[in-house]
T-cell receptor, first 116, second 118 residues
């Protein structure tokens, strides 16, 4: 059973602070890693993906991947109240049956609250 | 219209009803997915279609029946559902590549259908 674990929170940070969201996964064969943001009552929207060890930065967001430790994190710098949402970590195991497609396993999500 | 669309956005049905959920993607993708999202649970993959062929069925009860007539459309036919089937049903799509190249997949989600079974 492939598992993805996240601290459900809620994680509360003040406006302007750095929010740190963590995720561990059990399947060493996992090949790519995604962070989605989901506002209440809405569908998940992609924030970032990462597939190589190290850091990947996009604006205020930085994804960090450590495959040896089976750990992926998301840092949000200069947190804003509009960042308040549930953050979903998803791990992709690529399946090849003639053609390739992804099979995502999601964590339960971390609720982030950014207070003014 | 762009992205992934789903209809209806909200659905209330009795346990003896038959209804269908529709998903349409305008991204040129060839893989489509159905997910179920219940309160306090992670997103659960239900079905995967790749190039219009069903390639994954994650032990989903037969009261859920998917259909993929072409690469842009995906349906989920519902019949004799149970109250515990009440959830947000999400459709997603992604590219498909031939061969055994290592790739990273990105799935894009539709807005979902909020289903309530009475």
């Amino acid at each position: 059973q492939k598992e993805v674990e996240q601290n459900s929170g809620p994680l509360s940070v003040p406006e302007g602070a750095i929010a740190s969201l963590n995720c561990t996964y059990s399947d060493r064969g996992s090949q790519s890693f995604f962070w989605y943001r989901q506002y209440s009552g809405k569908s998940p929207e992609l924030i970032m993906f990462i597939y190589s060890n190290g850091d990947k930065e996009d604006g205020r967001f930085t994804a960090q991947l450590n495959k040896a430790s089976q750990y992926v994190s998301l840092l949000i710098r200069d947190s804003q109240p509009s960042d308040s949402a549930t953050y979903l970590c998803a791990v992709n195991f690529l399946l090849v049956r003639g053609t390739s497609y992804g099979k995502l396993t999601f964590g339960q999500g971390t609720i982030l609250t950014v207070h003014p | 219209e762009t992205g992934v669309t789903q209809t209806p956005r909200h659905l209330v049905m009795g346990m003896t009803n038959k209804k269908s959920l529709k998903c349409e993607q305008h991204l040129g993708h060839n893989a489509m997915y159905w997910y179920k999202q219940s309160a306090k649970k992670p997103l659960e993959l239900m079905f995967v279609y790749s190039l219009e062929e069903r390639v994954e069925n994650n032990s989903v009860p037969s009261r859920f029946s998917p259909e993929c007539p072409n690469s842009s459309h995906l349906f989920l036919h519902l019949h004799t559902l149970q109250p515990e089937d009440s959830a947000l049903y999400l459709c997603a799509s992604s590219p498909v590549f031939g061969g055994r190249r290592t790739i990273q997949e990105t799935q894009y989600f539709g807005p979902g259908t909020r289903l309530l079974v009475l």
